[in-house]
């Protein structure tokens, strides 16, 4: 493990160069702050980022225990962060960023895990491609993917699903620095997809990509005054490729649970207006909206007052579908609103907030989601970030993996005492519902929960596949 | 061989660099077929795969070493296809206090960072001027030739005989469709520390310097430098030696 320094100057034509961090001859760097996308935790953590695969078997090799694999950042709480205590070497894939092969015949793409999404729908939307599911966010890596498990809009949609189902095969680095290769069957495989890194660390992979005319999408919105309302037009969407609803849930009484709903499909060429058809794979349009990351984010508190008056502005501005009608929306717009605003995840100020999100199955998820709506109004705690969704079938024999037939809903809240309260009780809810919690997001379980919402979890434990060389906060935190 | 001056290959040289590496990306991106060259052509497999698989295009690479001087027009005529853009990236920062009382890392600064790659674009110009459409040599010096500091005098003053080297051959070959273009870098972090501990607003991009450098060769731009940096160094070329003498920068 070497020093990282806080950036490296890229490359010898690169300069003035910062002042190299001074080497120190007595053992390891110092461990600092660390934290996922929500900021909370931040934790004490060494890291290291190889740039090649040689340079990472050799991280592994010297580090042999504690290791936290690492892509983007982008797991909410703190499943890429080593544990707190004892040894512990937070593995970092984002120079491992290169890719191998595509088969522009087949849509199989072969790269390294540190590769984001967007990087890959940006390179191979001009070839007709683009990731088969995508997450909330561009900014994940193709390990973080995979070892998330995560899922889309289109989780319930034919070709949709998890991201596991769409991976012909990955390449994982255990602690003494070797590969083994995985494909669909193998033993390993399924504990990989969603094993959160804790299976070996996720090198390489091979995916198969979804074909699109063009990178554009055609989405309807529509408004829906409360919870059944939304649920019964979600249901009614499920013939639509992409569906999703953001959800008030600030909103109380009769208005419990009003919601917008998000449905698209991809827009053949022939659908596009002349000015899209100049932006056919709506690069451009990603450039617009990403823009320059702001230097600095007001650091201004969300309170319940700014929260309420933003949750009304925004369902107001959903518009009655009659109104607004369908619209051509780029692929960044449809998938990743947020990316629009980098850095969002400093809205809540320092401390930092935690999401909370959970699976139910279809039998309980009215009156589940009723009560953790209610809960979250009467608290007056809750999020602008608030989706609804329902989920298609989970993969057969996974492992760890998130989605599951039913309904999931994501909630975040600012890392503070009430919040806690309020999500040990949503967690509680969870478990009284049959439902389980995503660890991608999970920030606040305790094991006992854990225990309570995942009767995989003893199995996943007991696997061979199970790398005790690993190992992460959240592992540490939910006894995994 | 192609006779459309845009799909021209890119030779990129010093290619194991993060700029000579974004810079290929997004000139592949734009369709050109790409050459990259450096000492260890093995060592740019990795890379030549990565370009090809993400963007359809070409890719070779080349075994090239800035500091055979004499080389540098046989280099080029023996490449597979005479290139449209000649983007040198080579340099080497080396370290000051290493450099000043050892005359052969002397040597090594300068032909690394003016004399190899001031050779080579020397060669490129003159075959590339002959070319049917605009062509395009490109050198990257650096902000260090903007005024010589304590810091890093060997390298910035090899940095600055490259700047002047190459202002003279862009007025040698003004009458003809050759750019000649020269990027100052500042600092350049890497597109993945955000979230680390960075010193401020001045640091930019390996990804964003490489856009200002396409942006900059498609806009015919004899200058690339970010705004910020721009600025700042017109404020410290213009301090006065006396209060110049005093910082610490």
């Given at each position: 493990m070497s020093p990282r320094p806080a950036f490296r100057p890229a490359?010898?034509?690169?300069?003035?160069?910062?002042?190299?961090?001074p080497l120190r001859?007595?053992?390891?760097?110092p461990a600092a702050p660390l934290a996922g996308w929500g900021r909370f935790p931040t934790l004490p953590a060494h890291r290291a980022a190889p740039a090649d695969l040689a340079a990472a078997a050799a991280a592994l090799r010297a580090q042999g225990e504690g290791i936290a694999p690492r892509g983007l950042g982008r797991a909410y709480g703190d499943a890429a962060l080593p544990p707190a205590a004892g040894p512990g070497l937070?593995?970092?894939?984002?120079?491992?960023?290169?890719?191998h092969a595509f088969d522009p015949e087949t849509g199989v793409l072969v790269a390294e895990a540190g590769v984001s999404l967007g990087e890959i729908a940006t390179a191979l939307l001009p070839r007709g491609w683009f990731p088969a599911v995508v997450p909330g966010t561009r900014f994940v890596s193709l390990g973080g993917a995979i070892a998330a498990d995560v899922h889309g809009k289109n989780h319930h949609a034919p070709g949709g699903g998890a991201f596991g189902d769409h991976v012909a095969w990955l390449e994982l680095m255990d602690e003494s620095g070797a590969l083994r290769r995985l494909a669909p069957g193998d033993p390993g495989f399924a504990e990989t997809c969603g094993g959160m890194g804790l299976t070996g660390l996720i090198v390489r992979a091979a995916i198969r990509l979804r074909r699109v005319e063009s990178g554009w999408l055609r989405q309807e919105t529509i408004r829906a005054g409360n919870l059944d309302a939304a649920m019964d037009l979600i249901e009614a969407s499920q013939g639509w490729t992409h569906a999703s609803a953001w959800i008030d849930c600030l909103a109380r009484g009769t208005r419990l649970g009003r919601a917008i709903l998000y449905r698209a499909e991809d827009a053949a060429y022939d659908e596009l207006a002349a000015a899209q058809k100049l932006d056919r794979w709506a690069l451009k349009a990603q450039e617009k909206r990403l823009g320059p990351p702001p230097d600095l984010v007001p650091g201004f508190a969300l309170n319940l007052l700014t929260m309420r008056a933003f949750n009304a502005l925004y369902w107001a501005g959903g518009g009655p579908a009659e109104r607004r009608g369908p619209a051509l929306v780029d692929w960044g717009t449809c998938?990743?609103?947020?990316?629009?605003?980098?850095?969002?995840?400093?809205?809540?100020?320092?401390?930092g907030f935690v999401q909370f999100q959970c699976a139910l199955p279809p039998e309980t998820a009215r009156e589940g989601l009723r009560a953790m709506l209610r809960l979250t109004s009467q608290a007056g705690q809750g999020s602008f970030l608030a989706v609804l969704k329902a989920l298609g079938e989970g993969r057969e024999g996974a492992s760890l993996s998130f989605p599951r037939r039913g309904w999931t809903l994501a909630l975040d809240f600012p890392a503070t005492p009430r919040a806690f309260f309020v999500i040990e009780r949503l967690h509680r809810l969870t478990a009284e519902h049959g439902g389980r919690i995503y660890l991608a997001k999970d920030a606040r379980m305790t094991a006992a929960e854990f225990a309570a919402t995942e009767p995989r979890a003893p199995a996943f434990r007991a696997s061979p596949a199970r790398a005790r060389a690993f190992a992460t906060a959240l592992a540490r935190r939910l006894e995994l | 061989m192609t006779d459309a001056p845009d799909l021209r290959p890119a030779l990129i040289l010093g290619a194991g660099s993060d700029i000579g590496r974004e810079t290929a990306r997004l000139l592949a991106a734009k369709g050109r077929p790409i050459q990259l060259a450096g000492r260890r052509p093995e060592a740019l497999a990795r890379d030549a795969a990565d370009i090809a698989a993400r963007h359809g295009v070409p890719v070779t690479t080349h075994a090239w070493d800035a500091t055979d001087l004499a080389a540098a027009g046989a280099f080029l005529d023996g490449l597979p296809e005479m290139p449209g853009i000649v983007l040198c990236a080579v340099g080497l920062l080396g370290d000051q206090e290493e450099t000043q009382d050892d005359a052969e890392a002397i040597a090594r600064i300068v032909a690394t960072n003016f004399t190899g790659p001031a050779a080579m674009l020397e060669a490129a110009a003159a075959r590339l001027s002959r070319l049917p459409g605009k062509t395009a040599v490109v050198g990257i010096g650096s902000v260090a030739g903007d005024r010589g500091r304590a810091r890093n005098y060997w390298y910035g003053a090899a940095k600055a005989g490259f700047a002047t080297m190459l202002s003279g051959l862009r007025q040698r070959y003004a009458a003809t469709d050759l750019l000649v273009t020269l990027v100052r870098p500042g600092f350049v972090a890497t597109a993945m520390t955000e979230g680390m501990d960075l010193p401020g607003p001045l640091v930019i991009s390996a990804e964003q310097q490489a856009k200002l450098i396409v942006e900059g060769v498609e806009k015919r731009r004899h200058h690339v430098i970010h705004w910020k940096w721009a600025l700042l160094m017109s404020v410290i070329r213009n301090l006065p030696e006396a209060v110049f003498l005093k910082t610490r920068f």
């Open positions: 490359g010898p034509a690169d300069a003035p160069a910062p002042q190299p961090a001859a007595d053992g390891p760097p937070a593995v970092e894939t984002r120079r491992l960023d290169r890719f998938f990743h609103p947020l990316d629009a605003v980098l850095g969002w995840n400093r809205i809540y100020g320092r401390r | -």
